[in-house]
């Protein structure tokens, strides 16, 4: 039986629609945040890391393997006995076990080193957690409040639309110019332009959600969050300023430089090599054992381990001015945020508790004239535009208040937040 490729590839495609559509799914606050932790490579990968340096960590504190030494000695390569295992009384098999001694001290300072890379890794691990809750809880807020913009905008649109009939009335009996209609037209147009615009964002916000999420997220479930006020109190937030991941990420990197330059310290305690041998020789000659000892000779530590640990050392104090700059970036970072918050705050309320009621009274106002005959419809449908845009541009305010909240939010600790 033959099939059609279009046919088949119509198929695939109604699959994948089926398949994407069966998969889609409304979703918390909450769920998303923890569905994107969970999708996160980036914090997989640093949680592998960090566990490596431990596990590394645990392994520089034990000794070196020991090493077996076999071979000959003293093989004759030339005269009568070229060659010969068993003639030359000096000729042995030789076989031994060699040991490095690594002092207790350098050890365990090379362990700590690790460790403290294991804490950098994870609190560097903290930062990337919080910039993809900040980003998720975003997303989340803006299909929250895009959704309420769309729903709005085609709600007022479909009332406009209503008036289909009563305009066209109107231009019949002559009580409205035959141009009317083209601005009744006009404003629609307008109008639909918005609820487009609104779509747009609320697919947008999908889109954000699943690259974050790796879900298809159809909508936003659940409450919303208190982002009509701080997350804390200003004074919290400003002496929060240490515990914001970010710095405590600054401080494991020089702590951690901290600990390579006090392993570099001691470098130049010399390790210790043992070996036991035992030699056995040809029949009638003894057999024969030793035992050796190597010692490093750190002669020239002022051109080696000195210059290694000055290397560390100017690590570790560049840590520390790095860890000084952050926290003056971070104390400057949320002065600006608590200020975007506070103006997003104003021109949210200002938008809601005033501009927006005195644009619905005139539509309302309008519309008791329009019943009454003494306006035109174009006037009405200019005024229900002028509240789609005063909606809209409240909401839009709405949501630059939640960003910004979402921005302090997930700044600071969580434990920090009320």
């Known amino acids: 039986m033959k099939h059609n490729p279009l046919s088949l590839r119509a198929g695939g495609v109604l699959l994948c629609l089926i398949c994407s559509a069966a998969q889609a799914e409304p979703l918390t606050l909450t769920q998303t945040l923890a569905a994107a932790e969970r999708y996160s490579a980036e914090l997989s990968a640093s949680r592998n890391e960090a566990r490596a340096l431990d596990a590394m960590a645990e392994s520089a504190r034990q000794l070196p393997d020991p090493k077996l030494k076999f071979g000959i000695d003293n093989l004759p390569v030339q005269g009568n006995n070229d060659r010969r295992f068993t003639r030359e009384g000096m000729t042995m098999q030789r076989v031994g076990v060699m040991q490095r001694?690594?002092?207790?001290?350098?050890?365990?300072?090379?362990?700590?080193?690790?460790?403290?890379?294991?804490?950098?890794?994870?609190?560097?691990?903290?930062?990337?957690?919080?910039?993809?809750?900040?980003?998720?809880?975003?997303?989340?807020?803006?299909?929250?409040?895009?959704?309420?913009?769309?729903?709005?905008?085609?709600?007022?649109?479909?009332?406009?639309?209503?008036?289909?009939?009563?305009?066209?009335?109107?231009?019949?009996?002559?009580?409205?110019?035959?141009?009317?209609?083209?601005?009744?037209?006009?404003?629609?147009?307008?109008?639909?332009?918005?609820?487009?615009?609104?779509?747009?964002?609320?697919?947008?916000?999908?889109?954000?959600?699943?690259?974050l999420t790796g879900q298809n997220v159809t909508a936003a479930s659940g409450s919303l969050p208190r982002y009509q006020r701080l997350p804390a109190d200003e004074q919290t937030l400003t002496e929060g300023v240490a515990q914001h991941p970010e710095m405590v990420a600054a401080a494991s990197v020089a702590n951690s430089a901290k600990a390579r330059s006090a392993e570099s310290a001691i470098a130049a305690i010399p390790d210790v090599d043992v070996e036991v041998w035992y030699g056995r020789r040809a029949q009638g000659y003894e057999d024969m054992a030793g035992v050796m000892f190597t010692v490093d000779l750190p002669l020239f530590t002022s051109q080696r381990q000195d210059k290694d640990h000055a290397a560390d050392l100017s690590r570790s104090m560049q840590a520390n001015d790095r860890l000084a700059q952050t926290t003056r970036e971070h104390q400057a970072q949320i002065r600006t945020l608590i200020a975007n918050y506070r103006a997003a705050q104003a021109l949210w309320q200002r938008q809601r508790e005033e501009v927006t009621p005195l644009v619905r009274q005139r539509a309302m106002l309008l519309a008791a004239q329009y019943r009454a005959g003494q306006t035109q419809l174009p006037e009405l449908l200019e005024a229900r535009r002028a509240v789609l845009d005063s909606e809209l541009s409240t909401l839009q305010a709405e949501k630059d208040l939640a960003r910004a909240w979402a921005a302090i939010q997930w700044l600071i600790p969580q434990e920090l937040a009320q």
């Open 101 to 211: 001694y690594v002092s207790d001290e350098k050890r365990q300072r090379k362990a700590l080193t690790l460790q403290a890379q294991a804490r950098s890794v994870n609190a560097q691990s903290a930062v990337t957690r919080a910039a993809l809750q900040r980003e998720a809880a975003q997303a989340w807020l803006e299909l929250a409040i895009s959704t309420r913009a769309l729903e709005t905008a085609r709600r007022l649109l479909a009332e406009s639309a209503a008036q289909q009939g009563a305009q066209k009335a109107s231009v019949g009996a002559g009580n409205a110019s035959a141009d009317s209609v083209l601005v009744w037209r006009l404003a629609l147009s307008a109008m639909r332009d918005k609820v487009t615009l609104a779509e747009r964002d609320v697919e947008l916000a999908q889109a954000r959600l699943a690259e």
